[in-house]
């Protein structure tokens, strides 16, 4: 496998070579734009490669492929760099920057967007929108389409659609070998198996088809309360959820927000237990649904309302511009009272954790039927997961993150699954601990026979 220790020196010709081959450009260090270009949205991220090559194209992708190999470097594609927290050291590759290859353009017949592999998924729902439709897309609309869709892809739909990743329908891509591809069921079953959640590690993707689904609005908001009725509310949500149809997604979150000047004023430096939900329905339905949350009182805060598709990709409040975060990520088997109450220890009132935000959320529904025309990724296997993070302010924060996450590991031990998920694992996981054996073992073999050198760098292991 190249792992750039070899690496030949690359002279200004090898340079001029590439730069006339590419639409875009190649860095170097010291050029202008090399800061800017290794900045990852992660910010704790410190990418420092051999060279940068900020892609226009799938010819592009190969381009840079082909003189990745020549010259013994390794290629890691990146679309934002919000899952650049796990990268090994680049040194011996090339970043192969994406970003500029965000075109969308939407089929409304088929009901599937085409996604250039660099779009966020915020470049994708106005489009959608346009003609009544909707993307998988999570939390976040600074989110890229490609990391999250090969991680798995875990949305405000899943419990009723599933993982993302099983809704893609085809894909264009640049394997090892520098030819670009069609892949799906019928050209290459074997790489858009292993594309459709086993993460970043088979081939460069350049686009998605992308399914859709038809929603014009959703029911959806959030509630907050003081931190000091963690416990109860806490316990409600548990309860609800539990129950809940498909349709129906909700997040739990003990959440600190810093006393930073853009935090705006009911929310700065609170504590507060925080529910937020979406349900694909209408606003009748969803009101007898929120019941047993209306039943707890009046919230500090709250913000329910029928809202347009669009507005989901912000509705959890995550950080939109690039933020210092230092993350881990835990599939539950089962939510019972005592890890409720394991969970409130951890992060509740009378704590004080380097944290911004301690996060279930309820899986189920459509993440647990199996389907063996899904991908890598079939079912969650687990019906929580469990995620926190904090701001890496300095690096004394950052070993109080890693020792706060040890102690979750340890307290929450009797719950926690036997594998995580591979979008949620920032500590470089292997796929043996996100995918049952037979999975990660296709998943390797799969590695060497169709990137035998190890060309492709992802942010995960075994690649
Ligand atoms: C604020 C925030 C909210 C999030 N919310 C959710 C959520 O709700 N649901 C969820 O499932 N996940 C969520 N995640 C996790 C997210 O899905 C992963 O971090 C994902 O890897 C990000 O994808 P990206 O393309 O933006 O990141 P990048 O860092 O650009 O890419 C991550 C990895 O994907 C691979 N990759 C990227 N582009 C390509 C390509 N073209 N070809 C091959 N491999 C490629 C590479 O291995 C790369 O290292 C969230 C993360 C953050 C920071």
Known sequence: ?????????????DLDGLRG??????????????????????????????LIVHAESAADVAATMTFARDHDLRVAPQSTGHGAAPMPDLGGAILLRTSRMASVSIDPGAQVATIGAGAKWADVLGPAAEHGLAALHGSSGTVGVA??????????????????????????????????????????PDLFWALRGGGGTHAVVTSFDHGLVEMREAFAGSLMWPIERAREISQAWREWVAGAPDELSATLKLVRFPPFPQVP?????????AITFVYAGDAAEGEDLLAPIRALGEPYLEHVDTVPAPALGSLAGDPEDPVPGGGAGYLLETLDEDAIDAYVEIAGPDTDVPLIQLELRRLGGALDRSDPAHGALDIAGADYLLYGVGAVMSPEVGEAIKALFSRIEE???????????LAFAE?????????????AERLERLKSERDPDGLILANHGDG
Do not use: K
Not at 1 to 13: K, P, R, V
Not at 152 to 178: H, I, K, P, Q
Not at 265 to 273: E, F, I, Q, T, Y
């Open 1 to 13: 496998m190249a792992d750039g220790s070899n690496s030949a020196a690359i002279t200004d010709d």
């Open 265 to 273: 004023d009911p929310l700065r430096g609170r504590a507060l237990v």
């Open 147 to 188: 990391g999250y869709t090969l991680s798995g892809g875990l949305g405000w739909l899943a419990r009723s659609r599933g993982f993302a990743c099983n809704s893609v329908r085809g894909m264009e891509a640049v394997t090892a070998d520098g030819e670009i591809r069609r892949v799906d069921a019928d050209t290459d």
């Open 411 to 421: 307290r929450m031990a009797p719950w926690t699954a036997d594998h995580a998920l």
């Open 427 to 439: 500590q470089r996981p292997d796929l043996s601990s996100c995918f049952p054996a037979a999975t």
């Open 21 to 50: 081959a590419l639409e875009g450009d190649a860095l170097v260090s010291g050029d202008s734009a090399w800061d800017a270009g290794r900045q990852a949205w992660n910010l704790i991220a410190e990418q420092d490669p051999a």
